[in-house]
């Protein structure tokens, strides 16, 4: 690969570090881990994004934010953005960066930093308050206001908060 | 054409979805309390947005339009088992359609992950994996209710004798079914399916003292009654006709529904049919 496609790669990645997750604008989709890879040939670049969740509401606006800061890198005409469930989004392809930007916004990041075996998925786990730091917590509901939350009540500090499931 | 089954596969599966997806939907403002509320009304969501990425790859199959596909059939177009178009009655019959249907679709689910079609594996891989909290609501529901005081478990019990015998229609072979296993898009029938699905529920309903009856008018015209040692007991005839049988809950696959479809559909499909090629 030349040394232009590999700038022009780099200045994509650069673009969609910019790209916030919708419903959680303090991280972008990047550190969700959302973008399993860009494709160059010649001008066009083909984005492929992995939904965290199949009913994700916000799907259809991350495609269009997605072409549009794309669009605006120097060096492409065209761009196309696909999404796909293969392999499937699991939790632990957030980053480092995204689980404490999760945690600054007031959502306590998934548990584990593995992938969740599908036996583990929806048990309760420790969620640690994203507002005091305890791990005194109990989940009240595995379900909240979006598809990818759970509800948690934080005993030290009693705070009602949510959490990013592990999935 | 040669996908045909494969079309009628995932038709079945995504209508499903959406016709529970949207029985569930109802309990939105109405479920007995506001944690139940967010559940029923998350898992909703859930159910039909699975429905929209099965549509999704019919759409790709057939040049369609996934919108079509949800909204813009007729009734009889629709291959979901009938077991999902009944009524919501009441919480009981709610929860267990709900942890019955669930055990089936994880199982079904599983079966699809080796799916030869790629794209049906990977979008079950992922549906699994979602799945997985709905099961475990479920799951954690029906003991609640089954362990509970005797109003809870009496109407557990009819609800369970009236919903386990129409679990036959989750099975029942969808169109050009034996061109899909002979493919390996389904790589289990449905048959082999159904068994995993009894040895799975049986043996967790006679833990918790819940019917097991197949026959659909047997359990259902009994009546169960605490009895001194608490456990529930039926009582009554239970006595059963063969005119009566678990035909009532076959057909769906083959697009011949109940008027509890058509009652639903009117409603789901409102604003579709009123604003032709609305956006949102």
New interface residues.
């Given amino acids: 690969m030349s040394t232009d496609l590999l700038g022009t790669e780099a200045a994509i990645w650069d673009a969609l570090a910019g790209v916030p997750d919708p419903e959680i604008p303090a991280v972008s989709i990047v550190d969700m881990g959302m973008i399993r890879d860009v494709d160059l040939a010649g001008g066009r670049a083909t984005v492929t994004v992995l939904p965290t969740?199949?009913?994700?509401?916000a799907i259809p606006i991350i495609k269009r934010d997605v072409a549009t800061a794309v669009a605006a890198v120097s060096g492409i005409d065209d761009v196309v953005v696909e999404t796909?469930?293969?392999?499937?989004?699991?939790s632990d392809r957030i980053t480092e960066q995204g689980r404490a930007r999760l945690e600054e916004f007031g959502l306590a990041p998934p548990t584990g930093t593995g992938p969740?075996l599908?036996t583990e998925?929806?048990?309760p786990t420790v969620a640690r308050c994203p507002f005091c730091g305890s791990t005194d917590t109990a989940n009240?509901?595995?379900?909240?206001?979006?598809?990818c939350r759970a509800?948690y009540y934080c005993n030290a500090c009693r705070n009602p908060f949510e959490q990013f499931?592990p999935? | 054409m040669s996908d045909a089954a494969l079309v009628s596969l995932v038709t079945a599966l995504a209508d499903d979805e959406l016709v529970l997806g949207h029985r569930h939907s109802e309990w939105t403002g109405f479920a007995p309390h506001l944690e139940e509320d967010v559940a029923f009304s998350s898992i909703a969501q859930d159910e039909i947005g699975h429905a929209a990425a099965y549509y999704s790859l019919v759409a790709n199959l057939t040049d369609d339009d996934p919108d079509r596909l949800a909204l813009g059939r007729e009734p009889a177009e629709y291959r979901n088992a009938i077991f999902c178009e009944r009524p919501n009655r009441e919480w009981a019959f709610t929860l267990v359609r709900h942890w019955l249907y669930d055990t089936a679709d994880a199982l079904r689910l599983e079966a699809l992950e080796q799916s030869a079609h790629p794209e049906l594996a990977a979008l079950a891989t992922k549906i699994r994996r979602e799945e997985r909290y709905h099961l475990i609501h479920a799951d954690s529901w029906i003991k609640r209710v089954a362990r509970g005081p005797v109003e809870g478990r009496t109407r557990l019990a009819d609800a369970t004798a009236s919903a386990f015998p129409e679990t036959i229609g989750l099975f029942e072979p969808f169109e050009d079914e034996e061109a899909a296993v002979k493919h390996g898009w389904l790589p289990v029938p449905s048959d082999e399916l159904r068994r995993r699905f009894y040895d799975k529920v049986n043996p967790m309903l006679d833990e918790l003292g819940l019917p097991t009856e197949t026959h659909p008018h047997a359990a259902a015209r009994a009546e169960f009654v605490a009895s001194s040692s608490g456990d529930l007991i039926s009582e009554g005839s239970g006595e059963t006709s063969d005119a009566e049988g678990a035909d009532d809950a076959l057909g769906g696959r083959r697009g011949r529904h109940t008027p509890d479809l058509d009652a639903l559909w009117t409603e789901m499909t409102t604003q579709y049919r009123s604003h032709p090629g609305a956006r949102w």
Avoid: Y
């Avoid at chain 1, 969740?53 to 509401?57: A, K, N, S």
């Avoid at chain 1, 469930?85 to 699991?90: L, V």
């Fill in positions: 969740f199949t009913g994700c509401p796909s469930f293969s392999p499937p989004w699991t969740v599908i998925i929806g048990l009240e509901n595995p379900f909240g206001p979006t598809p509800l499931k999935v």
